[in-house]
């Protein structure tokens, strides 16, 4: 029996982790920790009866909750916990400082001290900083750090935090780093979904500067999958980037909802740029097809259209998270005028 330690597991991509570690590991126990913050939705959890699967609420920052949840000889702890969203690290980074930097290092001592096996650490493409606009570089394993955002750099943060557990104590440790997710139940604030929400109730959708930002798209769960190849095979105190060689300018993903959902182009609001906006993320993704076997199952196509159908057959869900917290923080990044319905 495989006793899995899952944190952030309500969120977007960590309930998409828990759906495939449970249908791929029939032996696996899950201990789901997460502190429902804004993102963290149980409604994410909805269907996940299994047995197997146990929720605990916690905070990855307190260390007698996070000891109290982690069973001694737990196989991995698999770190999804994280503050996310740029934006908010610009408009207040104490939160991102805690969560993100503390709370990883909260989870790495208590994986000594539980013994456990392994350590895989969800990062993110943005602790290397942004590529010129040539198409012609590409972010590697042996990419330096250069992070721009307060978010970024506490990511790059827990990425040193994770290297000196390998190199003090002899931890296992993997670090995976992914480009922009999308699929189902993700929170919207992220592109995507909130130009589905925003599209499905015929609201304007706010574009960042000229919208000719790329970024490197994936399917959550081509994503989850790699997460778990590098969990089963990975290199101890590897690093693995995961890309699905997708690359799509901001306004060309508006575009192409829009045109899916059959939307006017007028919907398309430009707003101010945000403060220090990366130009351009893209992965190489050698490595992790390589030395793990992985390739993605969903093409852009495929999976924006799974993604699209969830969003118009799941009104409710997005009706429940658009209101509180996320109004508020969405009124002040774009003003009242947009979204205001």
Known sequence: ?????????????????????????????????????????????????????????????????????LEAGTDAIFNFAAESHVDRSIERADDFLRTNILGTQVLLDAARERGVRRFVQISTD??????????????????????????????????????????????????????????????????????????????????????????????????CRAVALAYERGEAGGIYNIGARNERRNLEVVESILAALDKPRSLIRYVKDRPGHDRRYAIDPSKVERELGWQPVETWESGLAKTITWYAENTEWISRVRGGAYRDFYARQYGAEVGAK
């Open 1 to 69: 029996m495989q006793k899995l330690f899952v944190t952030g597991g309500a969120g977007f991509i960590g309930s998409a982790f828990i759906r495939l570690a449970l249908a791929r590991w029939p032996d696996a126990e899950i201990t789901n920790f997460d502190a429902l913050t804004y993102a963290g939705n149980p409604d994410n959890l909805k269907g996940l009866d299994d047995a197997r699967h146990r929720f605990v609420r916690g905070d990855i920052a307190d260390r007698e909750a996070v000891l109290a949840a």
């Open 126 to 223: 943005e602790v290397m900083g942004s590529l010129p606009e040539d198409d012609s570089a590409f972010f590697n394993e042996e990419s330096g750090y250069a992070p721009n955002s307060p978010y970024a750099a506490s990511k790059a943060a827990a990425e040193h935090m994770v290297r000196a557990a390998r190199h003090t104590f002899g931890l296992d440790t993997v670090t995976t780093r992914c480009g922009n997710n999308y699929g189902p139940r993700q929170f919207p604030e992220k592109l995507i979904p909130l130009l589905l929400s925003n599209a499905l109730h015929d609201e304007p959708i706010p574009v960042y500067g000229d919208g000719q930002n790329v970024r490197d798209w994936i399917y959550v769960e081509d994503h």
